[in-house]
C-alpha cells in the first residue's frame, strides 16, 4: 500500500505546484497567500507519503483529497483534478491493501513450506 499511495501523493506534489502558478494569475488573491496554502499542501503531501502505514495517515490523506476538490473554487480545473486524484487515492488504498494482504499470504506459505521440508538423509 505505501508504494502505491505514496506515488500518488508525490503526483499531487506536482498538481499542487501548477496549480499555485495557475492561481497567482488570479488578480484577487495575493501571491504570498497562495504560496502559503500551496507550501503547506506541498510539504504535507510528501510528509504523508512516510505516515502512510501510521495510525491516522490515510485519513490525513483523505483530508489531502477533500481540499484538493475545494481548491476548485479557486483554480476551476482543481475539482476536475482533485476528482481525478480522490479515486486515485482510493484505488491507492484499496488495492494497496489487498497487494499488503496477498504478500503476507505468500510469505505464510512460503514459511510453512520450509518449515515442514524434511532435511536431507545422507
Request: aromatic share 12%; with cysteine; proline share 2%.
Given at each position: 500500500?505505501?508504494?502505491?499511495?505514496?506515488?500518488?501523493?508525490?503526483?499531487?506534489?506536482?498538481?499542487?505546484?501548477?496549480?499555485?502558478l495557475?492561481?497567482?494569475?488570479?488578480?484577487?488573491?495575493?501571491?504570498?497567500?497562495?504560496?502559503?496554502?500551496?507550501?503547506?499542501?506541498?510539504v504535507?503531501?510528501?510528509?504523508?507519503?512516510?505516515?502512510?502505514?501510521?495510525?491516522?495517515?490515510?485519513?490525513?490523506?483523505?483530508a489531502?483529497q477533500?481540499?484538493l476538490?475545494?481548491s476548485?473554487?479557486?483554480?476551476?480545473?482543481m475539482?476536475?483534478?482533485?476528482?481525478v486524484?480522490a479515486?486515485l487515492?482510493?484505488?491507492?488504498?484499496?488495492?494497496?491493501r489487498?497487494?499488503?494482504?496477498?504478500k503476507?499470504?505468500?510469505?505464510?506459505?512460503?514459511?510453512?513450506?520450509?518449515g515442514?521440508?524434511?532435511p536431507?538423509a545422507?
Amino acid at each position: 500500500m505505501r508504494m502505491l499511495c505514496a506515488s500518488t501523493l508525490i503526483g499531487e506534489f506536482f498538481v499542487i505546484g501548477f496549480a499555485g502558478l495557475v492561481a497567482m494569475k488570479d488578480d484577487s488573491l495575493a501571491m504570498s497567500t497562495v504560496w502559503t496554502v500551496c507550501g503547506i499542501a506541498m510539504v504535507l503531501s510528501v510528509l504523508l507519503c512516510g505516515m502512510i502505514t501510521r495510525p491516522g495517515g490515510v485519513q490525513l490523506g483523505w483530508a489531502l483529497q477533500i481540499a484538493l476538490i475545494a481548491s476548485g473554487f479557486f483554480v476551476p480545473v482543481m475539482f476536475f483534478l482533485g476528482a481525478v486524484f480522490a479515486v486515485l487515492w482510493w484505488a491507492s488504498v484499496h488495492y494497496g491493501r489487498r497487494i499488503d494482504e496477498i504478500k503476507a499470504r505468500w510469505a505464510a506459505n512460503a514459511a510453512a513450506a520450509e518449515g515442514s521440508a524434511e532435511p536431507d538423509a545422507a
